[in-house]
């Protein structure tokens, strides 16, 4: 099957959850016989193939200023894309919600959602402004193109309550897939030997400061504990979030907190094996693949009691939740206590962690679920029924 994704933070470049997905998703199809190609705007047309034979394509974005480069971009994309269907190079489209980038129908065959985490829904949820512009295109892509798959059921639920009156034709919940990385990576000899380890973006959004709030209990209480952040560090008004996590824990206990910054998976990995808790208390995820990830290593984890963390972490079986409502650190810090005080409870939940999303996120599952969807699509499109190929055996 020739299959077009659309991917504005394709690795190399500056990625979030939507980047690595593509990334390891492109991959897995070419592994599986199929041919994906990435699109991608940027400076210059180009194109390239990557180390793993995935082909990606960079359009060239406009430089006129919003909001007349958006609608340019997304006409851009749209007049390659009819180029490619013509030409027999792709025959199913997948686009993000996140910034509607294909507002509008579109018939020369059939387009796929992918629901992550739209910018109209962080609006929402975090009550801030978003462009009128921005919301326009994620409501006319989501109206025009009924196929969607979400990336949990929170994240369809929040879709239904950002978007409502648009339903979809066809929905399917396939999560994020957990794909180790081809290198391995050496973390060196300054890794502490005990440590608490949080992952993602550290901001207010994501539990970072709420941590640094408990720390300032499980630190004091373990004096050879250590709080690790891995992840870019986010602006939070005239200070940066590791500015106001040493605030917030003060001289003395700052001494023993690191922020790594953004590090490669393969060391991510590597310090989520070392860590005794992988904590990360946010309240705004679609899907937390940073959790599943440290619970694929085996390392004892805590979350919030809310979607999506709910729908793969059991609290007392395969981790431990903490109330998300009211945002007080004394429960995560007695969740972070509990797992470092008693290393046989972590070990088990770790243990049943690792074999619950062993299967359940891999790769492989990823892609047969997407293409059976895929092939769902094609089925009930006009244009394209008539030339879909026989599933392979």
């Known amino acids: 099957m020739n299959i077009g994704l659309f991917c504005n933070e394709f690795p190399p470049r500056h990625h979030g959850g939507i980047g690595t997905f593509i990334e390891a998703f492109a991959r897995g199809l070419l592994e599986a016989g199929h041919h994906p190609t990435v699109v991608e705007l940027g400076d210059r047309r180009s194109e390239r193939t990557t180390e793993q034979g995935v082909r990606v394509v960079t359009l060239p974005r406009s430089p006129l200023p919003r909001p007349i480069s958006w609608y340019l971009n997304r006409r851009t994309l749209r007049q390659f894309l009819h180029a490619e269907v013509r030409r027999g190079r792709i025959e199913m489209i997948e686009v993000p919600e996140f910034q509607g980038w294909l507002p509008g129908r579109f018939d020369d065959c059939p387009v796929s959602v992918r629901l992550h985490l739209s910018a109209t829904t962080i609006s929402h949820l975090q009550k801030i402004k978003v462009s009128r512009v921005m919301t326009w295109c994620e409501r006319k892509t989501l109206r025009a193109h009924r196929n969607w798959i979400a990336v949990s059921q929170y994240a369809a639920q929040l879709t239904h309550d950002s978007f409502p009156g648009i339903e ?107 860590a005794r808790v992988f904590a990360f208390p946010s309240h705004l995820e679609t899907f937390g693949l940073v959790v599943a990830e440290a619970m694929s290593v085996g390392c004892a984890v805590v979350a919030t009691d809310m979607p999506p963390f709910t729908e793969f972490v059991t609290n007392g079986q395969t981790g431990l939740l903490v109330a998300a409502e009211d945002g007080q650190p004394q429960p995560l810090a007695h969740a972070i206590e509990t797992l470092v005080a008693d290393r046989d409870l972590a070990h088990r939940l770790g243990e049943a962690a690792r074999l619950q999303v062993r299967d359940a996120f891999s790769i492989e599952s990823t892609v047969a679920q997407s293409v059976a969807f895929y092939r769902q699509c094609l089925a009930g499109h006009p244009r394209a029924a008539g030339n879909l190929a026989p599933a392979k055996a």
Not at 224 to 237: I, M, N
């Open 168 to 274: 979809p034709a066809r929905r399917q919940v396939i999560h994020y897939p957990i794909v180790r990385p081809n290198e391995s990576a050496v973390l060196g000899g300054d890794v502490p030997d005990q440590f608490v380890l949080y992952a993602g973006t550290v901001s207010r959004r994501k539990g970072a400061m709420r941590l640094a709030e408990a720390a300032r209990s499980f630190l004091i209480r373990f004096p050879g504990l250590h709080l690790v952040y891995a992840g870019t560090v986010a602006a939070e008004g005239d200070k940066d979030a590791a500015q106001i996590v040493r605030l917030i824990l003060g001289q003395e206990l700052s001494a023993r907190c690191r922020f790594l910054g953004l590090i490669s998976r393969a060391a991510l990995l590597e310090w989520m094996k070392r």
